[in-house]
């Protein structure tokens, strides 16, 4: 079945310090990759997608994810963390011609001041 | 441009009751889809609606059913609720074009409690 799986369900980090929330892929065709950020009681914001271009992707507020096919990888990095980064994150698969999107558990980010 | 809106923002209703959660998409798109996020989880797909025809199903019971509007607006209604029900429904639209769907944006969310 195709899905993701993100490791760590709770990240924290120190402000300024080095972002990453991993996570890996099955799929037995080309995946499409998304990350999403959910801050509390709100919807969620599109951060960055991949869809079989560049395989490094940047996306807002800094954030960029690198496709790695060797390793079904596709972790999300920021090189230093802010406090407003301070949110859920989710990352997502679908495919082509596929209507739906298939979600991660998520990871909690906090940063410590 | 008018982002993805919902409403209500809240809802209480008790066991046995019918609700309607409702949708406008995003202009210029043409697909609307649903998703159900239980507490501390991530979102579950429900179905999509693309010209006024669902377009997949997730694994949800037909009491959950929806529709779509010629201005691409959606309805979500949910009949005989269960305590399981509360949770936030997110609604995101998109635009469908050569058989594949473009990225899919997130509208806030309605969030229903069964009491």
């Known amino acids: 079945a195709q899905s993701v799986t993100q490791l760590g369900s709770h990240v924290s980090v120190s402000e300024g310090a080095l972002v990453l929330l991993r996570c890996n892929y099955s799929?037995?065709?080309?995946?499409?990759l998304f990350w999403y950020v959910q801050y509390p009681n709100q919807g969620l914001q599109l951060l960055l997608k991949?869809?079989?271009?560049?395989?490094l992707v940047k996306g807002i507020n800094g954030f960029e994810a690198e496709f790695k096919k060797s390793e079904t990888s596709f972790h999300l990095t920021k090189p230093s963390a802010h406090m407003s980064d301070a949110a859920e994150y989710f990352c997502?698969?679908?495919?082509?011609?596929?209507?739906?999107?298939?979600f991660g558990t998520g990871t909690r980010l906090t940063i410590i001041p | 441009e008018t982002g993805v809106t919902q409403s209500p923002t809240h809802l209480i209703k008790t066991r046995g009751q019918q609700v309607t959660l409702r949708c406008s998409s995003q202009?210029?798109?043409?697909?609307v889809s649903w998703y159900q996020q239980a507490l501390g989880q991530g979102p579950q797909f429900i179905f999509q609606?693309?010209?006024?025809?669902?377009?997949g199903r997730g694994n949800f019971p037909p009491r959950f059913s929806g529709l779509q509007f010629p201005n691409y607006s959606s309805e979500l209604n949910v009949n005989a609720l269960e305590l399981d029900d509360s949770a936030l429904y997110l609604c995101?639209?998109?635009?469908?074009?050569?058989?594949?769907?473009?990225?899919?944006?997130f509208g806030p969310g309605t969030r229903l409690t069964v009491l």
């Open positions: 995101a639209s998109s635009l469908q074009a050569g058989g594949d769907t473009d990225t899919q944006y």
């Open positions: 799929s037995s065709v080309p995946p499409y």
């Open positions: 991949y869809t079989s271009a560049a395989t």
């Open positions: 997502v698969y679908t495919n082509f011609g596929n209507e739906k999107l298939t």
């Open positions: 202009s210029g798109h043409n697909t």
């Open positions: 609606y693309y010209r006024e025809e669902e377009n």
